[in-house]
């Protein structure tokens, strides 16, 4: 099979924090002898493009921002084709508030005002806020949005709670599940991924550590998924899921058995 694009997924498939994963560089190499568009597609909703290509950098690898999708953009840009008049209550980090803010969207700190109630990854997270959360969802027809359903991020320190962790603790409380949940696998990032892309999906292929998003996303789209050892996904994770990738591999190193 020849491909002519490909998704990848950055945290557990390209770094782990600011480190390079071993045999990533390699894998990077082989996708562009090969001459494969590449889009590099992140569930963090904290970082813009910009500074995940600075982060990139760090480790050693070549990205430009334009190549680079978060859940934060995906968020931010659903968020201006849909909710664009309403008021925001955001349980999240300063960076995701401000990609809304600049995008002319309207934050506010009163959880009372709220119209629809964004909740993503919080490290400042704690009972006042999810007390906050719950009143802000009081009326049920306030929109509940989450970022991305990451549960775990791989950090250099080991696995972090993620976006998911809060979501899931404000859905517990508010009693409901959100009513949209972006981020991969979401319709609005498969989106992205073809409008940017522009390829037969049958072209394309995915390579990411993450089954319920990265592989579930490629899957969704009709497009070769592979998945690589280095993240989050044991076997004992393989074994259990209804999500299978069409490859798995130990690293991205790997990728040129597949091209």
Do not use: W
Not at 26 to 46: K, M
Not at 202 to 230: F, K, P, S
């Amino acid at each position: 099979m020849t491909y002519r694009g490909v998704v990848l997924d950055v945290d557990g498939t390209v770094v782990r924090g600011d480190e390079p994963i071993p045999g990533a560089a390699e894998g990077l190499d082989r996708l562009g002898r090969a001459g494969l568009r590449r889009l590099f597609v992140s569930n963090n909703p904290t970082k813009r493009p910009p500074a995940y290509a600075e982060r990139l950098r760090r480790a050693g690898f070549d990205a430009h921002p334009d190549e680079i999708v978060t859940a934060g953009t995906i968020t931010t840009d659903y968020l201006a084709d849909n909710h664009a008049d309403d008021v925001l209550f955001v349980v999240g980090e300063d960076a995701l508030v401000d990609q809304l803010t600049d995008a002319g969207l309207s934050v506010v700190a009163d959880e009372a005002r709220a119209d629809t109630v964004v909740v993503s990854i919080d490290r400042t997270f704690d009972y006042d806020r999810l007390c906050a959360a719950l009143r802000a969802c009081d009326d049920e027809a306030v929109t509940l949005v989450g970022t991305d359903p990451d549960m775990v991020i791989p950090a250099a320190e080991g696995d972090l709670p993620g976006s998911g962790a809060i979501i899931n603790a404000v859905a517990g409380v508010v009693g409901r599940d959100p009513d949209v949940m972006l981020g991969k696998p979401s319709e609005p990032a498969q989106r992205v991924v073809r409008e940017y892309l522009d390829l037969p999906p049958a072209d394309c292929l995915v390579v990411g550590d993450r089954l319920d998003t990265d592989i579930a996303l490629g899957e969704r789209a009709g497009m070769t998924t592979a998945l690589v050892r280095t993240g989050v996904t044991d076997d004992r994770d393989l074994e259990r899921s209804d999500v299978q990738p069409d490859y798995v591999l130990d690293s991205l190193a790997d990728v040129a058995t597949i091209l």
